[in-house]
């Protein structure tokens, strides 16, 4: 498939390190976030959440922190594998009334065997 | 979760022709979008399919240049008209079942314009 990582900026890592996304998001009134990670010719595809009222969470291999005092979001991705190769969005819903997300501009991770 | 099935995968269109692209969810959802994602871009969201009335529209993006129907709560159309290049993009469609959680994305429809 093609990429749409084309521009993006790029996170390259070995087999078996740990990964760290970062994300900044756009506004402080917002309050659930979301990783998504994108496969090459796939939609997003849903890998954690956090709400505003949480610093931490923790899914398989994947933690998300959010820093609000500095709009700050990461993605930790433990014991990184080739199939994590893609590339991730962050996404912040501007407040638990409001339908929409919207989108950071997105990391490619590459890892390397 | 929600299974979204979009049509066409992908095209290539003339110049000054229209595409439409459909989307089936295989549940009812109450909240139905379209994102366009630019060549090494992120995605930015087109507009809010309203079921039974007109989508709402993002600044930057016209009804008259991407009619979107949604006839009930498991579909929805998007056209892009009167193509040009610039509109050489992925299409997403994209669901939500409740505010506060996350949404789910079809697969997306590769557009290229000649």
């Known amino acids: 498939g093609e990429s749409v990582g084309l521009h993006l900026p790029t996170l390259s890592v070995q087999e078996g390190d740990n990964s760290i996304i970062n994300c900044a998001y756009s506004n402080s009134a917002s309050d659930y976030f979301i990783w998504y990670k994108q496969e090459s010719g796939k939609g997003p595809q849903f890998i954690i959440d956090?709400?505003?009222?949480?610093d931490k969470r923790q899914g398989q291999r994947v933690t998300v922190l959010l820093n609000k005092t500095v709009k700050h979001l990461s993605l930790q991705i433990a014991a990184t594998q080739p199939g994590d190769s893609a590339v991730y969005f962050c996404a912040e819903n501007l407040n638990s009334g409001y339908s929409t997300l919207t989108f950071g501009k997105g990391t490619m991770l590459l890892v390397s065997p | 979760s929600a299974v979204i099935s979009q049509k066409p995968s992908r095209d290539i269109c003339q110049r000054g022709t229209s595409l439409t692209i459909q989307c089936q969810v295989d549940s009812q959802v109450t909240m139905m979008f379209w994102y366009r994602q630019q060549p090494g871009q992120s995605l930015t969201l087109i507009a809010t399919?309203?079921?039974?009335?007109?989508?709402?529209?993002e600044s930057g993006f016209v009804i008259d240049k991407f009619p979107i129907s949604r006839p009930n709560l498991t579909f929805s159309t998007l056209t892009v008209s009167n193509l040009s290049p610039e509109d050489s993009s992925i299409y997403l469609c994209?669901?939500?079942?409740?505010?506060?959680?996350?949404?789910?994305f079809g697969q997306g429809t590769r557009l290229t314009v000649v």
């Open positions: 956090i709400r505003s009222n949480m």
């Open positions: 399919a309203n079921q039974g009335s007109e989508a709402t529209y």
């Open positions: 994209s669901v939500r079942q409740i505010l506060g959680t996350e949404a789910f």
